[in-house]
């Protein structure tokens, strides 16, 4: 298991105002809040292939690291936060074939 973290940011108390502020910015996007639950992994299928979207992995087929993974409820795609340039926040459609939370 895993513990929670934020990949590019280096402490605990900047992970913690870090993530709250990428909730914050995809709710604005999705409009709707995200769920609390942490999300180290998803088993998915992008652009026609099977393929996992890990926290502090590349994002498949994007390249950008992605930073977290989340649920804004089952209506709606999973949004990936990636670090990069431009800060991507991507859209994951559902149904994905299994979550992975942090422990």
Avoid: N, W
């Avoid at 890990?54 to 930073?67: A, D, I, M, R, T």
């Avoid at 709606?76 to 340039?85: A, I, K, Q, S, Y």
């Amino acid at each position: 298991m895993t513990s929670f973290f934020l990949a590019g940011v280096d402490s605990d108390a900047a992970s913690e105002v870090a993530y709250r502020e990428l909730r914050e910015r995809s709710e604005d996007i999705v409009g709707c809040p995200a769920r609390a639950r942490r999300i180290f992994k998803l088993s998915c299928r992008i652009e026609g292939h099977d393929c996992e979207v890990e926290v502090g992995k590349p994002f498949p087929h994007h390249g950008g690291l992605v930073s977290a993974i989340l649920d804004h409820g089952r209506e709606e795609p999973f949004v990936v936060c990636t670090l990069g340039e431009t800060g991507d926040q991507l859209r994951v459609q559902r149904p994905v074939y299994s979550v992975t939370e942090f422990t």
